[in-house]
């Protein structure tokens, strides 16, 4: 179907199949023609008396484009594919080489996100500085590595060790015996013990006298003839018992030495002296110390009306003890609660 060129009269136009490359009409401009490839198409167009709507009838390019092109307003163009696509039809229907035309609208407009050449005869050398550095360094984070390595192979080596240890040394020995000597039994050696008594329970303290009053009706008097009766045959038999002591029974109490503790007014009657230097701490009922002092002899602590204090002393048989002003006897326990030591109402 031949081309509809409108009213154009004189349209001197060559096709792709008829133009003979390199074959341009004498006089005519050619694509290196003006600043620009845009100036270069205008040149050759005016020389073959075109105008910009002839060329857009004759390649179906738009006019706003074909204008574009002349003046490189590129914000008036489509994308870069396009543009070089109409550079090239542009300078085909002028009878001039499209290949030029591109490689000169390359030229003057260059691609921006083409990254830059080198010069020529310019080639890039790398600082052969730069390996060396590279190559110490991968070394010393090796060295690092290595030595992290086995820092933590001989951690978890050295608790192995230890608990290999522990478990050996925690193994009981076997279970011997031997024959006896009567029969023929045999005694497991290494057998179990049974479990230590709780020696930090103290004994019930029980008040001196007491069993005697008891059993003569109460009295006093017959109470401590009694207690010193037992004692002395006690002695006769041989039984560790000071005589002296018990005969001392029922003596009233005499200070020989400093008083601690309460005033007599606040006195709740008990009293302990210290016959030789021992410790004497006085606990409350909530543990808190009331008073700690290592006694020497003759001191005394009079202890006060206060409920609940316990009295823990180094050796027992060291104080004595006054119960409403005369001796009653002696500690017979480390630890001792102060209201068992109080006199009983008759």
Same mark, same amino acid.
């Given at each position: 179907m031949p081309l509809d060129t409108g009213s154009v009269r004189h349209l001197h136009l060559v096709s792709e199949a008829d133009r003979d490359d390199g074959f341009v009409a004498v006089g005519q401009p050619s694509v290196d023609e003006g600043s620009d490839i845009g100036a270069a198409l205008r040149a050759a167009r005016l020389f073959r008396g075109l %105008? @910009?709507?002839d060329v857009a009838d004759a390649t179906r390019i738009r006019l706003a484009c074909i204008e574009g092109i002349e003046d490189l307003r590129l914000d008036d163009l489509p994308s870069r594919p396009f543009i070089i696509g109409y550079v090239r039809a542009y300078a085909n229907l002028l009878g001039l080489d499209g290949d030029a035309a591109v490689s000169r609208f390359k030229a003057d407009v260059p691609d921006e996100s083409e990254p830059l050449r080198a010069p020529v005869g310019v080639r890039r050398e790398a600082d052969p500085r730069f390996g060396l550095i590279l190559i110490c360094g991968l070394l010393v984070v090796g060295a690092i590595g290595l030595w992290n390595v086995a820092q933590r192979a001989m951690a978890k080596d050295e608790p192995r060790a230890q608990v290999?240890?522990?478990t050996a040394a $925690?193994? @009981? +020995?076997p279970i011997t015996s031997v024959s006896g000597s009567a029969g023929d039994g045999s005694v497991p050696?290494? $057998?179990?013990?049974?479990?230590?008594?709780? =020696? %930090?329970t103290p004994e019930p303290y029980k008040t001196p006298g007491l069993d005697d009053a008891a059993a003569n009706g109460g009295s006093a008097d017959?109470? =401590? +003839?009694? =207690?010193k009766a037992r004692a002395v045959a006690l002695a006769e038999a041989g039984g560790?018992?000071?005589v002296a002591h018990i005969a001392a029974l029922g003596s009233p109490f005499k200070a020989k030495g400093v008083i601690h503790g309460a005033a007599a007014t606040d006195s709740s009657g008990v009293v302990l002296l210290a016959r030789k230097p021992a410790s004497l701490t006085v606990r409350g009922a909530d543990g808190s110390i009331y008073f700690s002092r290592w006694m020497a002899a003759g001191e005394s602590f009079r202890a006060p009306r206060t409920a609940g204090l316990v009295a823990d002393v180094s050796d027992p048989a060291l104080f004595d003890v006054y119960t409403g002003g005369v001796l009653t006897g002696r500690l017979t326990a480390t630890q001792t609660a102060l209201?068992?030591?109080v006199k009983p109402a008759v």
């Open positions: %105008t @910009p709507q290999a240890q522990a $925690a193994v @009981p +020995a050696l290494g $057998a179990p013990l049974p479990a230590p008594v709780e =020696s %930090t017959a109470a =401590s +003839a009694a =207690s560790f018992v000071d209201a068992k030591l």
